[in-house]
């Protein structure tokens, strides 16, 4: 998430991804990831007006995680 340079929980995928499985995932390794992560690349802030209740939302979850955390965990097998 490029305002708050952190990762955050989506409630909606996870459920696809373990359970309606409606969309198609890839495996991708943490190199990849980095060479396409956003937060390299530099990602444009969301509307911070039409966007105002996720900001808000996603500010205050207790679960932010630091992008080299959740690499870290990919690479350690902790997914």
Same mark, same amino acid.
Not at 27 to 30: A, D, G, L, S
């Given at each position: 998430m490029p305002d708050t340079w952190k990762f955050h929980l989506n409630e909606r995928l996870r459920d696809d991804f373990f359970m309606a499985r409606d969309l198609q995932y890839e495996? %991708?390794? %943490?190199a990849k990831a980095k060479a396409k992560a956003m937060i390299d690349a530099g990602l444009e802030p969301v509307d911070e007006e039409l966007m105002a209740d996720s900001l808000t939302r996603w500010r205050s979850e207790p679960e932010q995680f630091d992008p080299e955390q959740v690499f870290a965990s990919v690479v350690a097998g902790l997914r």
């Open positions: 495996q %991708v390794t %943490v």
